[in-house]
Structures are given as structure tokens and as C-alpha cells.
């Protein structure tokens, strides 16, 4: 048994469609649904009747000349093209060359009627528009309780503000039934007094979604007493429980980032803030104290008691400087004073009458030459120990006479 590749398959059914006369060109009538226009410019679409559906491509060179009107959901066309393999995803798909108005769908005729009359009975105005609480403690989400829609939300939710109370009701969305679950759970969620009420689903066809777009659904929106929010769908769907909520989202996501403010990035921001005070407060105390050291050890040299303090200890000084300055002039002077005694002694008279040596004086004059007495003058003799007075007897001329 030869194997083949997923490659060579594709490729060999490529080759079997590519050379079908009748798949070279031909037109096709159908509902367009699933509408996309790609940012590159071009559109992605399905074709839709009561038996099936076929994925067509329009890209943006043939858009040009083949495309005379906005392609949206719900349309009924008739496009031209030829079928070929897609081979990477192995699919076939109508790659489309003109594409014209085969008059309006079934599901948009009825969505425009509807649209229309409800909004001359004022459900749609703006007056009456409910303001969304800027922090909210609880918000409910009617939505299915599996899928990504109601992940997402939970996701945004626990990281904008974890502190936020969600409380679910679990709604059909799609299908028979869905309308009247979605009702009830509006009904249900408006009754327990809450903040914010987020309505929605993902993203799918105008069938998909029609749900919302009943009248049923759109009357319980309006006649809520809690602000309501409605993501339905991807950005480009638009359905009449958005017109009718007091504020429309174009994601689920997005309903929820609207409905719960951001306070953790707030808090985190504050806490950035606070961290920043801080160190600028630490930086400000440590500057502040620099400078107050500074000024205290100016003040303490400016401060009239330490100034007495130094000026005493100086004094203190000075007075022992002075005082052994004296003391050393003093001791030179007495020492001068000892040498100058022991000269001014030595040449005084008095330091020889001593061992018998005595000073004579004659009326009060000093006795010089033995000339100067003769017998019967009186004479003053003075020794070291006193003085005596005495008469002369005899006078002899020579040492020892």
C-alpha cells in the first residue's frame, strides 16, 4: 500500500478542482454571515442558506472593482468567483470577484424592524441612560458559565481589582431557549441590589448572536433598575441589547474593564508614590540633619556659656602661663638677688669685723691714721657683735708700736 503525504492529498485534490470547468467561474447566491474586514483590506466571509454554509475570501485587488457597497452580516448576494484549495488548512473556499445586492436577509430585515420600533417606543434613548458606578463592590455576569467569555471576565476582573465581588448567573446564550435564560437571569441579578450588571457572549454569527436581539431580552434591559452593560460578540457585532444597555462594549472583556476601574494598578501607583515619599522624606531628614549638626556646632560656638566655658579655660591657661612666668622671674630675681647679697656682702664693711677686727670712730669719723688720736680722745669701736666706747691712754706709731 503506497502512503501519502497530507501535502501530496491536498495538492492532488488542488489539481481535480482546479481543472473542473464549472468551478472556474460561477455565481453563488447566499446570506453573507461572519463578515471580517482584515486590516490588510481584505474580507472574509461565509455564505449561508437552509442547507449549509461556504467560506469565501474577497481580497483587496479584486474589492476594488467588483464591490460597490459595505459588505455586512445578513446581506443576501450573489457572488462571483472561482472555488479553489486552500492547501495549508486543506480546506476548498469561493475566492470571490464581484459580489452584488440579492436584496436584504430574513435575519436583518427583522433586526431592522425591530430595531426601528423599539427605538420609536424611546427604549434606545439616551436620557434615560443609567450612570455605571465608578467602583463597584458587586456585579453580576449573565453569561454561559463555560467558555472563554466568562474566563476573561474573571481574569480581568482579579487583576483590575481582586476586592470585587462577581456573582454569575449561568445563561444560555445561543439557541432555542436562550433569550428567555438571559431574561431571567437579568431579572434575577436586578433584584439583589447590585452595582453593575454585565451582559454578552463571544463572538459568533448574526444567528449566533440573535439572542440578543430579541425583544424579550431588550425590554428586560431597559426596564432594569441596575446599570447594565452590554458586550456581545467582537467589536463589529452590533446587536440590539448593546442599543438598549446603558453602556455598550464591543468585547466581553472590554464590558468588564468598563464595569470594574483599575484600582490595582491605583494601588500600585500609590505604592510607588508612597516608596518614592519615603525616600525622599529619608533623603529630606538625612539633609536636614547635616545641617542641624552644622547649626548645633555653630550655636555651641556662638553660645555666651560655652564662650564663658572656653573663655574661663583660657583664662585658666593664661593665669598658669602668667604665674610661671612669675615664678621664673621671680626665682631668677632671688637668685640675681642670692649673687648680688653674697658680692654686696662681701664688699660690705661690716663682713670683716669679724675674729677680732672691729671699726673705729672718732666723732662719728672713721679712724685712718693713728695721727688722727692722741691720749685722752674718746673713741667708738664697733665689732661684729656691738660697739664699745673707749679713751685713748697711749698712742705708738708703727704695726705693734
Not at 486543506?90 to 436584504?104: H, V
Not at 420609536?120 to 467558555?147: Q, R, S, W
Request: glycine residues 8%.
Amino acid at each position: 500500500m503506497k502512503v501519502y503525504s497530507v501535502g501530496q492529498v491536498n495538492n492532488y485534490i488542488k489539481n481535480i478542482i482546479t481543472q473542473d470547468y464549472v468551478l472556474r467561474k460561477l455565481t453563488i447566491q447566499g446570506e453573507v454571515s461572519n463578515c471580517k474586514y482584515h486590516s490588510l483590506g481584505h474580507i472574509y466571509f461565509s455564505l449561508k442558506d437552509e442547507t449549509g454554509s461556504l467560506s469565501a475570501v474577497m481580497f483587496k485587488g479584486s474589492i476594488q472593482n467588483g464591490l460597490k457597497f459595505k459588505l455586512a452580516d445578513g446581506q443576501n448576494v450573489l457572488v462571483t468567483g472561482r472555488i479553489a484549495v486552500y492547501e495549508r488548512d486543506g480546506k476548498y473556499q469561493l475566492y470571490a470577484e464581484e459580489i452584488k445586492q440579492d436584496g436584504i436577509g430574513n435575519l436583518y430585515e427583522e433586526f431592522e424592524k425591530l430595531k426601528n420600533r423599539l427605538n420609536e417606543e424611546g427604549l434606545f434613548d439616551f436620557e434615560l441612560k443609567k450612570d455605571i458606578p465608578k467602583f463597584p463592590k458587586k456585579v453580576g455576569i449573565v453569561t454561559a458559565k463555560t467558555g472563554a467569555a466568562i474566563q476573561d471576565i474573571m481574569n480581568i476582573a482579579r487583576r483590575r481589582n481582586p476586592y470585587v465581588q462577581l456573582i454569575l448567573y449561568p445563561a444560555k446564550v445561543q439557541g432555542e431557549g436562550a433569550a428567555d435564560t438571559i431574561v431571567r437571569g437579568i431579572k434575577t441579578l436586578d433584584k439583589m441590589g447590585l452595582d453593575t450588571i454585565i451582559i454578552g457572549r463571544g463572538g459568533g454569527s448574526m444567528e449566533d448572536l440573535w439572542a440578543f436581539n430579541e425583544e424579550k431580552v431588550v425590554r428586560a434591559i431597559y426596564e432594569a433598575d441596575t446599570p447594565i452593560i452590554s458586550g456581545t460578540g467582537h467589536e463589529v457585532d452590533i446587536t440590539l441589547a448593546d442599543y438598549a444597555a446603558d453602556m455598550r462594549a464591543p468585547t466581553p472583556s472590554a464590558a468588564c474593564e468598563l464595569a470594574i476601574p483599575d484600582v490595582m494598578t491605583s494601588v500600585n501607583a500609590l505604592r510607588d508614590y508612597e516608596r518614592l515619599i519615603n525616600n525622599q522624606i529619608r533623603s529630606k531628614l538625612s539633609l536636614y540633619n547635616s545641617e542641624l549638626d552644622k547649626y548645633e556646632s555653630k550655636l555651641n560656638l556662638l553660645n555666651p556659656r560655652q564662650r564663658l566655658q572656653n573663655q574661663t579655660q583660657y583664662l585658666s591657661e593664661l593665669y598658669d602661663r602668667l604665674k610661671k612666668n612669675i615664678d621664673n622671674k621671680y626665682n631668677q630675681a632671688f637668685h640675681r638677688f642670692e649673687i648680688l647679697s653674697v658680692r654686696l656682702d662681701g664688699l660690705s664693711p661690716t663682713a670683716k669685723l669679724v675674729n677680732g677686727f672691729g671699726y673705729i670712730e672718732k666723732e662719728d669719723k672713721a679712724v685712718t691714721d693713728v695721727n688722727d688720736v692722741k691720749s685722752g680722745d674718746k673713741l667708738m669701736i664697733t665689732i661684729s657683735s656691738g660697739r664699745i666706747q673707749a679713751v685713748v691712754e697711749n698712742v705708738s706709731e708703727g704695726i705693734y708700736g
